[in-house]
Nanobody, 130 residues
Framework: QAQLVESGGGLVQPGGSLRLSCAASGFDFQNYPMSWYRQSPGKERELVAGISKGGGYTTYKDVVKGRFTISRDNAKNSVYLQMTNLKRDDTAVYYC???????????????????????WGQGTQVTVSS
């Protein structure tokens, strides 16, 4: 049974940092693009960052570029989101996703990755407040 378990959320002051982790099990992790999404009350779930199957390509929502870094360790079946210089607008429930389509680019070359199956974690709350 496929499972994604997030951890690392919590309360942090503006300007602070958090590192989210997502542990995957029950599916062939290395063949799935991985993503982090977030959802705030009253808003739709949005893509924050995505990483290709091999880990060599990433994509970010514009407002988090330069502050968030997504990475993965295929040997540990895990994906991470390092968040720095956090802002109040980053407050949300953060979800780990396996398989949803991501579009990444390298120079002039752009490609998409997705898997026919898709899985979601239960979410972890991130609250940025003083």
């Amino acid at each position: 049974q496929a499972q994604l378990v997030e951890s690392g959320g919590g309360l942090v002051q503006p300007g602070g940092s958090l590192r989210l982790s997502c542990a995957a099990s029950g599916f062939d992790f290395q063949n799935y693009p991985m993503s982090w999404y977030r959802q705030s009350p009253g808003k739709e779930r949005e893509l924050v960052a995505g990483i290709s199957k091999g880990g060599g390509y990433t994509t970010y929502k514009d407002v988090v570029k330069g502050r968030f870094t997504i990475s993965r360790d295929n040997a540990k079946n895990s994906v991470y989101l390092q968040m720095t210089n956090l802002k109040r607008d980053d407050t949300a429930v953060y979800y780990c996703n396996a398989g949803s389509e991501i579009t990444v680019s390298s120079g002039d070359f752009q490609f998409t990755e997705r898997h026919e199956s898709e899985y979601w974690g239960q979410g972890t709350q991130v609250t940025v407040s003083s």
